[in-house]
């Protein structure tokens, strides 16, 4: 039987629900247990593939290609585990599961209502997971502020399987915001009190609160904090700002947010923490050696949780390399007449962003012109790809009317076109390529030289795909295909035989980064942009 945590957010969004549950999960990982997180969503979309990442930041895609919440990459990226579609449930997926039901006739003559059969969902959904696996402990992050009227058939839920559960089988975090008040020069607990007592209201009282903070909480906040939450003094707890999320879990740890849970939940850890891998990782990335930068092409630029999982994984490279890793972010759109914006970079390395719709492309593909003249490193993911094909075509080869359908739906040369089964797809919802597919790597390629292996699983989110008609065009000009899904024959990598390092791919490793797993692309990514920069700075000196 698997053991519960519940966290909830009060007072503001944003306060990183997310990372304070990996966080956590981190540290009882740690400890021996397994741990999985789920995260519910209270917003009615079936799931966040439809959402524009200006409102929502990055897709996230698991193995078996659910497009899900960004928090999922967290959870994957700190505890080195995979999720699925079950850990990342939306209000729009308990209703339609419901409904469905409704009309197959599954209520028998009854009103269905919130109470009992959304919350009888939500609650089989949170426990789908301890089904699943066996997980010891199982997190679950209720999405949205307490007070939301979208979150109240969850709270209810949870208040519903408090009951059920033994006590000792499950409990509550909530993850507060204590403003600090210059005029004034103190903390104030009047909002987190308000949270809190809007929790009671719905039957729950919290066994912990976690409050986020500018600056260190005095005793006598954490006391009256306590007093008027009725939580225990020693189980209100600080979470600071720290300089990194991957600095959250060692935060964590000196409040002892771990120990009040094995304690709370009476668990018996298999053995003292060991967080040397994850400790070594923060050394490496706070003490760099060097630093490169990498200039990132994207047409959301705006918002850095559009890239959220490429941000991480550089991150993660970074590390490996010792290395920082310094991203410049530019709007593709910006590229469209001249490659100028570019240039003004001391660019060790070009990273073309995935993405959808036709705005920016030039840019894009004029960015790709240019790396691939001066011999720069290039790394070109899922649109990324598409476009370093379209720029060989007519760059290299010679040939204009070359496009992908996606931006010229007539165009003469169709080197990027839809698949005969995405041809009869209309709805958008769920139906792009997505989810992990077998890709078999060329011998003596560069990317078998990356992975160290011939067979690699990644996953997907697409629609349009590297059309085959061209395929021995391409090759016999120098840009290979050196990844090839074996069932499909489907192109997954391509790279450029004429050039230090250039490779673009029809996936998304940023998916797969993980602390304690850098992606390999972008650990040898990284690598090259030293290089490329050492090489620059001894031809400068000459
Ligand atoms: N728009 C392209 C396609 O659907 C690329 C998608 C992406 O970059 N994720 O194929």
């Avoid at 169709?414 to 790597?441: F, N």
Wanted: glycine share 6%; with cysteine; aromatic share 8%.
């Amino acid at each position: 039987m698997s053991k519960f945590i519940f966290i909830t957010g009060g007072v503001t969004s944003s306060l990183g629900k997310g990372i304070i549950s990996a966080s956590l999960a981190k540290l009882l990982q740690a400890r021996g247990f397994s741990v999985t997180i789920q995260k519910f969503d209270p917003y009615i979309n079936v799931d966040p593939g439809t959402l524009n990442p200006y409102e929502h930041g990055e897709c996230y895609v698991t193995d078996d290609g659910a497009e899900t919440d960004l928090d999922l990459g967290h959870y994957e990226r700190f505890l080195n585990i995979s999720t699925s579609q079950a850990n990342n449930v939306t209000t729009g997926r308990i209703y339609q599961t419901v409904i469905n039901k409704e009309r197959q006739g599954a209520y028998l003559g009854k009103t269905v209502q919130i109470i009992p059969h959304i919350t009888d969902e939500i609650k089989r959904r949170i426990k789908l997971l301890e089904q699943e696996g066996a997980y010891d402990i199982i997190i679950t992050e209720l999405g949205g502020t307490v007070g939301d009227i979208e979150s109240l058939p969850y709270l209810e839920s949870l208040r519903q399987m408090r009951r059920e559960l033994r006590n000792k089988d499950c409990m509550v975090i909530h993850l507060t915001l204590i403003p600090y008040l210059k005029a004034a020069g103190e903390h104030k607990t009047k909002p987190t009190q308000h949270s809190v007592k809007e929790l009671m209201m719905a039957g729950i009282i919290p066994d912990v609160l976690v409050c986020r903070t500018e600056s260190k909480l005095s005793d006598e906040i954490k006391a009256k904090l306590a007093l008027f939450c009725n939580v225990d003094k020693n189980h209100v707890i600080e979470a600071i700002d720290a300089d990194t999320i991957y600095r959250v879990p060692l935060f964590m740890q000196e409040e002892k947010l771990d120990q009040i849970v094995i304690d709370r939940l009476k668990l018996e850890p298999k053995h003292s923490p060991n967080l040397d891998r994850w400790t070594e990782f923060l050394d490496r990335y706070k003490n760099p050696k060097t630093e490169v930068n990498i200039v990132l092409v994207g047409k959301y630029n705006e918002l850095a949780d559009a890239y959220k999982s490429i941000y991480e994984s550089f991150v993660h490279a970074g590390a490996v390399n010792e290395c920082k890793v310094n991203i410049i972010p530019i709007h593709s759109e910006n590229l469209d007449e001249s490659t100028l914006p570019l240039e003004i970079h001391n660019i060790h390395g070009l990273l073309v962003a995935p993405g959808f719709g036709d705005r920016g492309i030039n840019g894009k593909i004029g960015a790709i012109k240019y790396v691939r003249e001066k011999g720069v490193p290039f790394f070109g993911i899922c649109l990324g790809m598409q476009c370093c094909v379209v720029e060989h075509f007519r760059n290299v080869i010679g040939i204009d009317d070359v496009s992908s359908v996606e931006v010229d739906p007539d165009t003469r040369h169709p080197v990027i076109d839809l698949m005969p089964e995405q041809k009869k797809i209309s709805a958008k919802g769920g139906t792009m390529r997505l989810g992990a597919y077998a890709c078999e790597i060329k011998k003596e390629s560069l990317a078998e030289q990356i992975y160290g292996r011939n067979i690699i699983h990644e996953r997907h989110r697409h629609r349009y795909e590297f059309n085959n008609a061209y395929l021995q065009q391409m090759e016999s000009h120098g840009l290979i295909a050196s990844g090839i899904n074996p069932e499909t024959e489907l192109v997954e990598i391509v790279e450029r035989e004429d050039h230090p390092f250039f490779i673009g791919v029809q996936f998304h490793p940023e998916l797969k980064s993980r602390v304690e797993e850098p992606h390999p692309i972008f650990v040898a990514f990284v690598d090259a942009a030293v290089k490329y920069k050492n090489a620059k700075e001894v031809v400068a000196a000459l």
